[in-house]
């Protein structure tokens, strides 16, 4: 038989500004690994918790970035280059019309934007899945039947036992001080 340890500790609130004041509480204590989980969007929920900006934004960038260069390489090689000695397989597809030139920047435009919103677009959803910890396929907060209530009509604040500031008492302590409707101690599995 093994001891099971605490995941975290879950207050379950019934009000937007119950668990706004239970947010703000729960920051200025210096808990640093803590959500809060609710049905519906909470607007200021960001600055009540104190959290700082995601860097999604520069990630996207970055990689958007990266599609440009990579389709300005590719429209480049593909028309202008002609590599002596290369065997006409490795080479690019150079095509005289007309005596245009071979690379034309306004004529590669489509291709140019199209790897860029296509790396932006990849990089995003990677970034957002690695930034959320993603696929979770077990989280341990999906075995409390109250906290199933989070995605109908009530609001929770979970403190992780990850937190170095956790203790099991005195963050209860804290939590009922909070004036809650209910605590709960979620078991690791």
Same mark, same amino acid.
């Given at each position: ?51 700082? &900006?995601? #860097?999604?934004?520069?990630?996207? *960038? ?9 389709? %300005? $390489? !590719? ?34 435009? &489509?291709? #140019?934007?199209?790897?860029?919103? *296509? ?9 957002? %899945? $690695? !930034? ?42 804290? *939590? ?14």
């Amino acid at each position: 038989m093994t001891d099971k340890q605490p995941y975290a500790l879950i207050a379950e609130f019934d009000s937007v500004s119950a668990v706004m004041h239970a947010a703000e509480q729960v920051r200025d204590e210096g808990y640093m690994i803590w959500d809060v989980h609710s049905p519906m969007p909470i607007h200021g929920i960001n600055q009540a918790m104190g959290l700082r &900006p995601t #860097i999604l934004p520069w990630i996207t *960038l970055a990689h958007g970035v990266v599609g440009a260069v990579c389709g %300005l $390489g !590719l429209t480049w090689w593909m028309n202008a280059t002609t590599v002596p000695g290369l065997s006409p397989s490795v080479q690019g597809y150079e095509f005289l019309i007309s005596g245009k030139p071979t690379f034309s920047l306004p004529a590669n435009i &489509p291709i #140019i934007f199209e790897t860029t919103i *296509l790396f932006a677009a990849i990089g995003t959803l990677l970034g957002m %899945l $690695g !930034l959320n910890k993603l696929p979770m396929l077990h989280n341990p907060l999906a075995k409390s039947e109250r906290f199933l209530r989070a995605t109908a009509d009530r609001l929770f604040i979970v403190i992780s036992a990850k937190d170095e500031r956790f203790d099991s008492e005195t963050t209860h302590e804290f *939590l009922q001080r909070l004036s809650p409707l209910s605590i709960e101690v979620v078991m690791e599995d």
